[in-house]
């Protein structure tokens, strides 16, 4: 806990109060954007749950196979092993965080069993040796969340950097054995819904981060440089993170505009189109790339509809069959 009792004197660089302000700017604007989509919200939301869950297993390099990832985060079926079990409990914890309400609060014993309900079927604290570790930091860990509750109920820090300092201050305490850099983000994940940025339940944060695993890594260890000594640049990692919120927001705000051009279509109309466009075989899963909020019941009514009008054939059975489009003429564009 180095960082705390120096924040109210921490000057803020000139390109992280220009970022901060594309942050407030874009976070305004949220009541517009789901007043265009208030109808679709619960669709967008499931569709979240799924990505986060999955690109959250890819973070931790949970090595199953792609089709057992959509299985598990999509369609719930039963998991065989530890593996696929920790995925199982990653999508219902993103279930509770994602339809929960906004009263989340930060807590030690909240964080224990975060940690404890995900990776349960196999606890790197679990002997007794390592049970004894997490309760000695224990004290430690009380320390840094009773200093965080003390600033923001002050209300003279501004949020998003302290969020970041916050999670500097875990990830190097090292509560947990393992996984401390996972749980430090699922950690400004809630914080960020518990203060109302609800670009969290609408863009998934972990698809994000996935995707800039080796930026998001050297962001924790440049800021971690010098935690020891009471000198950590907690500066790179709020970069970072300010950076992939502000890109959270641009997708927030391409996604509200596709909502807005496809309410001119039924959701059928809408998988006939993206069938159009695909090549002469196809499968489900290419038509969920092209739109993940169509539900799977519309694509399989749409198909059974092409396929009664001769449109399209099946080429085989199961959840990888694919689908070929019949040509009767040799101008025919679908």
Same mark, same amino acid.
């Given at each position: 806990?180095?960082? #705390? ?6 000057? *803020?660089?000139?390109?992280?109060? +220009?970022?901060?302000? @594309? ?19 619960? %669709? ?6 799924? !990505?986060? $869950?999955? *690109? ?20 719930g079926i039963t998991p065989n092993n530890r593996k696929e079990k920790l %995925?199982? @409990? ?17 807590s030690v014993n909240g964080i224990i069993e975060i940690q404890e309900f &995900? ?18 930091? +224990?004290?430690?860990?009380? =320390?840094?969340?009773?200093? #965080? @509750?003390? /600033? ?7 949020? *998003?950097?302290?969020?970041?300092? *916050?999670?500097i201050d875990f990830i190097n305490l090292r509560t947990f054995d393992e ?35 080796? $930026?998001?890594?050297?962001?924790? =260890?440049?800021?971690?440089? =010098? ?10 990692? !709020? ?5 992939? /919120? =502000? ?10 505009? @596709? ?14 189109? &993206? ?11 290419? &038509? ?12 399989? +009514? ?33």
């Amino acid at each position: 806990m180095y960082f #705390f009792p120096n924040i109210k004197t921490t000057p *803020f660089s000139p390109q992280l109060m +220009r970022l901060l302000g @594309n942050v407030y700017e874009n976070k305004g604007k949220e009541t517009f954007y789901l007043s265009l989509i208030k109808n679709d919200s619960k %669709v967008i939301k499931q569709s979240v749950i799924e !990505t986060d $869950a999955e *690109f959250a297993g890819r973070l931790l390099h949970i090595d199953i196979s792609n089709q057992k990832y959509r299985l598990i985060t999509q369609e719930g079926i039963t998991p065989n092993n530890r593996k696929e079990k920790l %995925v199982a @409990n990653l999508v219902k914890f993103f279930q509770i965080m994602h339809k929960a309400e906004s009263n989340w609060k930060l807590s030690v014993n909240g964080i224990i069993e975060i940690q404890e309900f &995900i990776f349960k079927e196999f606890d790197p604290n679990s002997s007794i040796d390592k049970k004894r570790n997490r309760l000695e930091k +224990r004290t430690e860990l009380e =320390n840094l969340v009773m200093h #965080f @509750n003390r /600033l923001l109920s002050e209300g003279e820090c501004e949020l *998003f950097t302290l969020f970041c300092a *916050f999670v500097i201050d875990f990830i190097n305490l090292r509560t947990f054995d393992e996984n401390n850099e996972f749980i430090g983000i699922l950690l400004l994940m809630l914080l960020l819904k518990q203060h109302r940025y609800k670009v969290v339940d609408h863009i998934s944060t972990l698809k994000i981060l996935f995707e800039q695993e080796q $930026a998001l890594f050297e962001a924790i =260890n440049k800021s971690s440089l =010098n935690w020891s000594i009471g000198l950590p640049q907690y500066h790179y990692f !709020t970069m970072f993170m300010i950076n992939t /919120l =502000n890109q959270m927001y641009i997708q927030f705000d391409k996604l509200c505009s @596709n909502f807005q051009v496809d309410k001119q279509y039924s959701k059928e109309e809408l998988v006939e189109q &993206i069938i159009s466009s695909l090549g002469t075989y196809f499968t489900k899963d290419d &038509i969920r790339k092209n739109n993940p909020y169509i539900s799977d019941s519309t694509i399989n +009514r749409t198909l059974k509809s092409l396929r009664e009008r001769n449109i399209i054939v099946p080429t085989g059975k199961g959840r990888s069959a694919k689908w070929r489009k019949v040509k009767h003429s040799r101008y025919q564009e679908f």
